[in-house]
């Protein structure tokens, strides 16, 4: 067993945070569950639901298990009545990324919950530590979805030398076990993987985006440069990111000429709007991080824990007997 500070302050039994994979596709409760039963964290995304299906996930999810859980929302967009909604079924943890936390963190420690932040810089994560914030999560550029400019061996360090004793977990890259040694050695305690359940067995994203990560090369994926100019804008309080998607035929025309996606916004809103409600978005925007170059499989959810946490244990036992005084 790998456990860390982090164990504790969370309940869990490994130091392991699934990142929650919301939008117009629906990762499934049942992800959430096989992570949890696990041993790790497993996380609820709110991203385009409305209170009541967030109430019900929620109530789906403790049908499945009993361990701690994460509910996540983001300030793109913030909805306060999800928020209420989140708050009255009393996660152990709610999560927050791309925004200050506000006084969002009193809040949810009031109904008994601990709160996790996403950051993407220093001055982010500082700001979050201030808040009272319980733990942190420090996302490198190489993360899929919304990210920001610095990649996460860089930021990892900074942060942890920034905000410690807090517990920090990198998120940005990591998909097996090296990354998460490598996290240990960083100075944090744990890890947020995304990609690499998104191409789980129990995660319900189509199939074709889950054979396209597993046959992608790092390069892959791309920061959507157009992004700005399409998908809905922070609210209050968020903070400015670019989303990072395997390439389509879609995001290389678009990128090779993001100036003229200025003009042909209202056009290219309207068909991807289309495709959420159609069940195609991922054709156009499968986002997804670096660490897709890593992935070879499909496999459980319980799976990659289990896998995650032999190979981290295996590197350090090795690492730690082939140093000399």
């Known amino acids: ?29 049942e992800l ?3 992570v949890s039963n696990a041993g790790a964290l ?24 009993d361990r701690p859980f994460a509910v996540n929302m983001t ?36 109904a008994g919950a601990l709160f996790m932040q996403q950051v993407t810089t220093v001055e982010q994560a500082m700001r979050a530590a201030e808040a009272g ?27 942890v030398d920034a905000v410690g004793p807090l517990p920090v977990l990198p998120s940005g890259g990591i998909a097996d076990g090296r990354g998460l040694a490598a996290a240990l050695v960083l100075g944090a ?29 790092s390069q892959h994926a791309v920061k959507v440069l157009f992004a700005g100019h399409v998908l809905s804008a922070p609210t209050e309080g968020g903070y400015e990111t670019v989303p990072r998607s395997l390439r389509t035929e879609f995001v290389d025309e678009w990128n090779d000429r993001p100036e ?17 409600k159609n069940g195609t978005a991922h054709q156009l925007l499968p986002l997804t991080g670096q660490s897709a170059g890593l992935i070879t499989d499909i496999a459980p959810a319980a799976e990659l824990v ?3 946490v032999s190979e981290a244990a295996a590197i350090l036992r090795t690492t730690s007997r082939t140093l000399v005084d």
């Open 1 to 29: 067993m790998l456990r860390t500070p982090v164990c504790g302050v969370l309940g869990i039994e490994v130091p392991i945070v699934q990142g929650p994979l919301g939008g117009p596709w629906q990762q499934s409760m």
């Open 32 to 34: 959430t569950a096989a």
């Open 42 to 65: 497993g996380s609820v995304p709110t991203t385009m639901r409305t209170a009541a299906q967030v109430r019900d996930d929620v109530a789906r999810l403790r049908e499945l298990t």
């Open 75 to 110: 300030r793109r967009p913030f909805d306060a009545e999800v928020f209420d909604a989140v708050v009255a079924t009393a996660p152990p943890v709610f999560s927050l990324a791309l925004g200050d936390p506000g006084d969002l963190v009193s809040r949810v420690h009031d």
């Open 133 to 159: 914030v319980d733990v942190i999560v420090a996302q490198g550029t190489e993360a899929g979805g919304f990210s920001g400019p610095v990649t996460t061996m860089a930021l990892v360090p900074q942060v």
């Open 189 to 217: 305690q744990g890890v947020s993987i995304g990609t690499r359940f998104l191409a789980s067995a129990e995660c319900g994203v189509p199939d074709e985006w889950k054979a396209a990560i597993r046959t992608a090369a």
């Open 260 to 276: 003229a996606a200025v003009d042909s916004a209202d056009a290219l809103r309207t068909r991807v709007m289309a495709a959420m």
């Open 306 to 308: 289990h896998r995650l």
